[in-house]
């Protein structure tokens, strides 16, 4: 077994309890499961949060209209808190496009205007800008990576253009796990009056936010990684000032005023919400979202900071040990968020290993992706590490 470099932070949360209380599983030797980036796993209170829910709704007079919606109107609230928002900013969603596809199709954009996005953009954060430049006739004009890393200088260049109207980045890089200086890239694009959206999937978890402090306009997240949540869950925050400014696209029944009182349906008075529910689909997958506010509550009680702090020193554990074993880092040290993506000699070897060693990674972009989360033990880190090494 591979040595623990001896520069750690000492465990932050305890991690053994909260995997016996919420990831049984994971004392069984099954998995080592370092795969976060690709699914979250469901922790045991919110597997009983939907068990809960379902078997209500099995027999549906048994589950009060009431109930049903305030099962959303907690995890607006949860979500909100987690990342400094007003409710009135936070819209549910079925995942991280619904977010982006909003930001493509209704900011105010059209022929002459100009959104940047950088390379290496995972394509939920492409296609629909390529797919509504097409319809609405702007540009969309992607920036080069620089050495396979996103160019933050050459973004922050493009926004001098006088035609730029949005810039659209992930806040942590899906394969190569760099994370984007949000506050710099948004001080950036409000003071020349750019919309700033963010796809937030690969860094809200491992990293906090405080959107009261960081200049973003519309920021899109689906739940099923570091959220710990079902599939079919997720939110897109929209800050205050943008949200009477936009139109929803697709429009959803509930979207108006008034759709709270099903007594009135037929009035048909199309004035909006005045808050970020203009935007929601419902329905809404109610029974997942019964299993995110379990997840949510989970994340509360363990701290958002103590989260990110235990997901860096594990992170920092697996990129020094790997770096032991001379094995070339993608994610930079300095910039790493939960993604540790590296770059041994071959990659589909080091995968079959792991792979034996049972340790849940991805292969991405030629990559191996590796992410560890609040329930990951220095153990853990220590098998991952002693399945990289090449045998001599
Ligand atoms: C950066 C990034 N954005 C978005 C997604 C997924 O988008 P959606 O939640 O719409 O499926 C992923 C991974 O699946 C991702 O890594």
Known sequence: MQRVPPSLS??????????????????????????????????????????????????????????????????????????????????????????????????????????????LEFPANVYPWMAAAAVRGFTLWRIPVNEGMLDEPAVLSALDRPDVRVLAVSWVGFATGAVAHLDVLGTACRERGIRFVVDAIQGLGPLTLDVSRVPIDLLACGGQKWLLSPWGTGFTYVRRSLVQELAPQPVSWMGVRGSDDFSRLLSYDLTWRDDARRFEQITLPFQDFAGM??????????????????????????????????????????????????????????????????????????????????????????????ALRESP
């Open 10 to 119: 000492p465990d932050v949360l305890d991690a053994t309890r909260l995997r016996r209380d919420e990831f049984p599983w994971m004392d069984t030797g099954e998995s080592i499961y370092l795969n976060v980036a690709s699914t979250g796993p469901l922790p045991e209170s919110s597997v009983r949060a939907q068990e809960v829910f379902t078997r209500k709704r099995a027999a549906p007079h048994r589950l009060g209209q009431d109930e049903q919606f305030e099962t959303l109107t907690i995890v607006r609230r949860q979500l909100a808190t987690l990342i400094g928002a007003d409710v009135a900013e936070i819209a549910l969603a079925t995942n991280t496009s619904a977010g982006l596809n909003l930001a493509a199709w209704t900011l105010p954009l059209g022929p002459g205007d100009v959104v940047v996005i950088p390379d």
């Open 293 to 386: 506010g379990a997840s949510l509550a989970l994340l509360h009680a363990l701290g958002a900071n103590a989260v990110a702090a235990h997901v860096h020193a594990r992170t920092t554990e697996l990129l020094d040990g790997a770096a032991e074993q001379g094995i070339a880092l993608v994610t930079p040290r300095a910039h790493v968020a939960g993604i540790v993506s590296l770059r041994p000699a071959d990659p589909r070897r080091t995968s079959d290993r792991l792979d034996a060693a049972r340790v849940a990674h991805s292969v991405r972009e030629g990559t191996i992706r590796l992410a560890p989360h609040c329930y990951t033990t220095r153990d853990d880190v220590l098998v991952a590490l002693d």
